[in-house]
């Protein structure tokens, strides 16, 4: 079966660079969550979107956004990174708005030096 | 005071052993309950729901106490390919988010 595909899987930027990680749902998955976890955490979330509208938010740096397009994928822009953007960055998916269960991507890793 | 808390653990536990874990959420309007399972370095997975009558799916078992805000997880018989991060999640009423615990590292030793 299909699961959430995120890419890339690894990335290496320098401070104050741009980065762009992408979600693709599983397929009918009308939700997307994006979570960061960093070394030894449990994951934080950040946001999420609901039939393509931001449905609520959480810690998410204003240097940080994110939105859902038309076919449901879903992208998180990151700018002027800072070290402590290091994470791994998930995105899950549901279907329907708080039905509980979420699938998680593998994961794309954010190294910044 | 975090909105989910877990037994920091770590759980080291030899095979063969009962192991519990509980987690305690502060949010009383909280919706739904799961205990979720990350391997190192990959993704949480669902490990089972929590339903308010209990639940039980083979050697694990999940409770919860809406009186006293918790839930719990039960492993018996624990095995090797047991070991891992069991996470406590929470959906609250505007259930856009799910709430993560810190999450209870079980390492099982032959």
């Known amino acids: 079966a299909a699961g959430v595909i995120q890419s890339p899987r690894h990335l290496i930027k320098e401070k104050r660079e741009t980065a762009t990680l992408k979600c693709y749902p599983i397929p009918r998955h009308d939700t997307v969550y994006w979570y960061q976890q960093g070394p030894g955490q449990d994951p934080q979330f950040l946001i999420s979107?609901?039939?393509?509208?931001q449905s609520d938010k959480g810690s998410i740096p204003d240097r940080f956004s994110a939105q859902q397009f038309s076919d449901y994928h879903s992208e998180l822009n990151m700018s002027s990174l800072e070290l402590g953007d290091s994470a791994l960055y998930f995105c899950a998916s549901s279907s329907g708005w708080g039905t509980g269960e979420l699938f998680f991507g593998e994961g794309s890793r954010l190294t910044v030096l | 005071r975090k909105e989910v808390e877990q037994d920091p653990g770590p759980f080291n536990v030899p095979e063969g052993a009962t192991v519990a874990f509980n987690c305690t959420y502060s949010n009383s309007a909280s919706q739904s309950f799961f205990w979720y399972r990350q391997d190192c370095r990959k993704e949480p997975k669902l490990l089972m729901s929590?339903?308010?009558s209990g639940n039980e799916d083979g050697r694990f078992t999940a409770q919860l106490n809406r009186a006293s805000q918790y839930i719990s997880l039960l492993i018996r018989d624990s095995k090797l390919s047991d070991s891992a991060t069991y996470l406590c999640v929470v959906n609250g009423t505007n259930a856009g988010k799910s709430t993560f615990g810190d999450g209870t590292t079980l390492t099982v030793k032959p």
């Open positions: 929590v339903y308010s």
């Open positions: 979107f609901y039939e393509k509208m």
